[in-house]
């Protein structure tokens, strides 16, 4: 599969939830640490094309660290699971701007689309972050931290459209060394 397509499905298993059951334990059959772990993966292959490709493998890496404790729904993480989710958050920033910095150089024909999403995520994922932040003790900013949040998710399915479309142009990673006999 074409790195930028498996990219795209990563961040879908990451932002996706399909949680089963309620209550303390409700586990995400959508695994993020395997979704961060394909996002790596495959800006690896990228990663000789530009750094910012380079930059996505150390954060998509990250953010599968973070998301272990996180995935299965684990109960008694109520002390940590604020913070862990607000470094999962700054870690799919850095990716998703990682990555269309580097769609940006590598094909120019789409560097404009690429520099607009970026932008446009990088504000939308700063304004839900700060009204989320500032939602912890006004009721007025939860809403508006709602709001905000469903803006970042529409610009994020735009960012994946505007990949998986882009994908096509990208050009193909170098291919494997053969093992060694």
Excluded: C, Q
Aim: avoid cysteine.
């Amino acid at each position: 599969m074409n790195p930028l397509r498996t990219v795209v499905v990563g961040l879908l298993l990451v932002v996706g939830d399909l949680r089963i059951g309620d209550g303390e334990v409700a586990p995400d059959l959508l695994p993020d640490p395997v979704g961060w772990v394909l996002v790596a993966v495959a800006l690896g292959r990228l990663a000789h094309l530009h750094p910012g490709f380079g930059v996505g493998v150390v954060a998509a890496w990250v953010g599968a660290a973070l998301s272990v404790p996180l995935w299965p729904g684990l109960a008694g993480l109520r002390e940590v699971e604020l913070p862990l989710d607000t470094a999962t958050g700054i870690v799919d920033l850095v990716v998703v701007v990682a990555v269309l910095t580097g769609v940006m150089a590598v094909v120019p024909t789409r560097s404009a689309g690429a520099r607009s999403l970026r932008t446009t995520y990088v504000v939308a994922a700063l304004a839900f972050g700060a009204l989320a932040l500032g939602s912890l003790g006004s009721m007025a900013l939860a809403v508006l931290a709602l709001m905000a949040g469903l803006v970042n998710l529409v610009v994020l399915i735009m960012v994946l459209v505007f990949l998986g479309s882009v994908s096509k142009e990208t050009p193909h990673p170098a291919p494997a060394a053969p093992a060694p006999r």
